[in-house]
């Protein structure tokens, strides 16, 4: 199951520390195809998931992942997740189809402003991926 463990909260006035663990559940999904057909450059993948932390919903995610480099079939995706109405932005490179990979934490607003740190994504079947946000102070 899913934990969140570490200090996430405003009243320090700190940024986040430790680690928040959410499953995500993708809802929307869809491929942008711009320019030659199939895969190319700007092409696009634009998704929302839900999130949940022990079966209960906790927020939602928006991401779009930009196709950077069809030599390397890598992208560059920009997101966010909101969770309990704050926000954490992540933002980085990814290649292929890994089963974990990472993103740099870039920043975030109420009980997250001022985070940073790594969120590692593992892929999940059935659309479904474990995020676990790791705050570094």
Do not use: M, W
Not at 105 to 132: N, R, S
């Amino acid at each position: 199951g899913a934990l969140a463990v570490g200090s996430v909260g405003p009243a320090t006035g700190e940024p986040p520390t430790g680690t928040v663990s959410v499953r995500s559940t993708n809802t929307e999904q869809r491929f942008v195809d711009v320019g030659r057909p199939g895969f190319s450059l700007g092409d696009a993948f634009v998704f929302t998931s839900r999130l949940t932390q022990h079966g209960e919903r906790v927020g939602h995610t928006g991401v779009v992942c930009t196709i950077v480099s069809r030599a390397r079939e890598e992208s560059q995706c920009v997101g966010t997740a909101k969770i309990h109405g704050s926000q954490i932005a992540i933002q980085g490179l990814t290649a292929g189809e890994p089963q974990s990979f990472e993103f740099p934490i870039t920043g975030g607003t109420g009980a997250y402003e001022g985070a940073q740190g790594t969120l590692v994504v593992t892929e999940l079947p059935g659309d479904k991926e474990q995020l676990t946000f790791h705050f570094s102070s």
